[in-house]
């Protein structure tokens, strides 16, 4: 990991890399508004070490065209450890963007960042 990314983002990236080593990751790209939550796109890639920055990230999810403001991380294992096949990890991002399109809490289940790479985290409504 770069000395200047001093993010929320690497400091989660290098306790994960350490604890878990090598994973798969799925990610949501979500819009935030005042009172919502939309989700835009999703991804998955594989983790292999924490030398990938903030900032090489959102490049990546530039890429999507997508003018994103949070993007929710969900990692992953194999059953023996290490990332997963391709095949599940697309199985696995298709249940988990039926889960977030049905109930938007589960981003708190995973590791919700926004766009400055600090950690966000979704609050229920209240009704009134």
């Not at 109930?103 to 708190?108: G, T």
Request: proline share 5%; glycine share 8%; hydrophobic share 40%.
């Amino acid at each position: 990991m770069s000395t200047s990314d001093d993010t929320e983002f690497s400091a989660w990236l290098t306790s994960m890399v350490r604890e878990h080593g090598e994973f798969t990751v799925l990610v949501v790209l979500m819009d935030i508004g005042e009172r919502s939550l939309t989700p835009l796109c999703s991804t998955y890639f594989h983790i292999i070490g924490d030398e990938v920055t903030w900032d090489e990230i959102t490049t990546m999810f530039a890429g999507s065209g997508q003018p994103w403001k949070g993007a929710a991380f969900f990692p992953t294992k194999a059953r023996n450890g290490g990332p997963i096949d391709n095949p599940t990890a697309r199985l696995r991002l298709k249940e988990l963007e039926e889960k977030v399109i049905a109930d938007r809490m589960i981003l708190n289940d995973g590791h919700f960042f926004d766009t400055l790479g600090r950690r966000i985290e979704v609050q229920p409504e209240t009704g009134t």
